[in-house]
């Protein structure tokens, strides 16, 4: 757990007394989720829970969860995540690839709930609760929905699903409406920065704010080596032009694809934002090349570079050609803003 979850772990106890069959933890991606509901799986599965509700970390129960062979405990997630314990992996943006030659799938599978059924359909070995974490639940696919509904709309006794979103909207309303829906929260920026820094991640602030104040994903980018592509990038959108989309192309076509979205959207949030405020919340240390974007660009091409965008984000995953997907995307910016 995370100095900023010190609250919600207080309100989530007084849940305990009557323990609703499903709970939907929400939140922003990168603000520690699945590092929380680990803590609680553990602490419901827990033989001597403490007076605040912590796992004791003693008893059998808390030795076997620790070594991961809980045998009333089940994690569904995502293949591309099975090969690494959790960092922050709710937010679907990291994790260890297959050893096989496949690519991992980053989709929750209708085979991986089904095999659900024989872990309800037993007795408990403790005779205390089953616990079933799942995340990030936007990740089910629609067949996984529909049988996850089912179970969902019938509970077995005993049985306790922890489910992690960071998009309430991409999930069926039907499944939102059989759980019991707990806010985590995003922490303030001082108490996320104070953090960071205990982690020795240099220039703290700038990953903070970068990573709209999500410290895990801020850590997590300020050590995965993606610095100079984001810089590159950055370079560029400050100063767009056509031949120096082509170039900038041809550095990052071999750049993770989504992340260059994703850097991108910020960047236009912060300049429709300047336009509209004044107010910059992911880029300040380019304020200077912002506002000057922000004073010739037009509004109705920038909210069409914006929308195109985000378009992309759905298909960056699986691009037919890599350098064409970020010519295409940097191009189009130039023209708005040029």
């Avoid at 008893?59 to 995540?81: I, K, L, M, T």
């Avoid at 001082?190 to 704010?209: F, M, N």
Wanted: glycine share 6%; charged share 25%.
């Amino acid at each position: 757990m995370y100095p900023w979850q010190g609250a919600a772990w207080s309100r989530l106890q007084q849940m305990r007394a009557r323990m609703p069959h499903a709970i939907l933890f929400h939140g922003p991606a990168g603000t520690g989720k699945a590092d929380f509901i680990e803590a609680f799986a553990q602490a419901l599965l827990c033989e001597s829970p403490q007076p605040d509700g912590h796992a004791c970390g003693a008893c059998a129960s808390c030795g076997w969860f620790v070594q991961h062979n809980h045998p009333d405990y089940r994690r569904v997630r995502p293949e591309v995540f099975e090969d690494d314990l959790p960092a922050d992996g709710e937010d679907g943006e990291a994790g260890a690839k297959s050893k096989s030659t496949k690519a991992p799938s980053k989709e929750i599978k209708i085979e991986q709930i089904r095999n659900l059924s024989d872990f309800m359909n037993i007795s408990t070995h403790r005779q205390g609760l089953r616990v079933v974490v799942l995340y990030p639940a936007e990740a089910l696919n629609m067949p996984a929905s529909n049988a996850l509904l089912k179970t969902l709309e019938e509970p077995p006794p005993g049985t306790v699903f922890l489910l992690s979103s960071n998009s309430l909207d991409r999930l069926l309303p039907t499944i939102l409406s059989r759980c019991r829906k707990f806010a985590l929260p995003t922490p303030s920026h001082d108490e996320a920065l104070a953090w960071l820094k205990e982690q020795g991640v240099p220039d703290a602030d700038s990953w903070l704010r970068e990573q709209g104040g999500a410290p895990l994903a801020a850590l997590a980018e300020s050590t995965n080596g993606s610095r100079e592509d984001m810089e590159a990038l950055l370079h560029f959108l400050a100063r767009p032009a056509p031949d120096a989309a082509l170039r900038a192309a041809e550095k990052l076509a071999k750049a993770e694809l989504p992340a260059l979205v994703s850097w991108t959207q910020r960047w236009l949030y912060d300049v429709f934002s300047y336009k509209l405020s004044g107010n910059i919340r992911y880029y300040p240390r380019y304020q200077k090349e912002l506002a000057a974007l922000a004073g010739r660009v037009q509004t109705p091409g920038l909210l069409r570079v914006i929308k195109a965008v985000n378009e992309r984000r759905a298909v960056a995953d699986h691009p037919l050609s890599a350098k064409l997907f970020v010519e295409d995307m940097l191009l189009e910016y130039t023209a708005c803003c040029t």
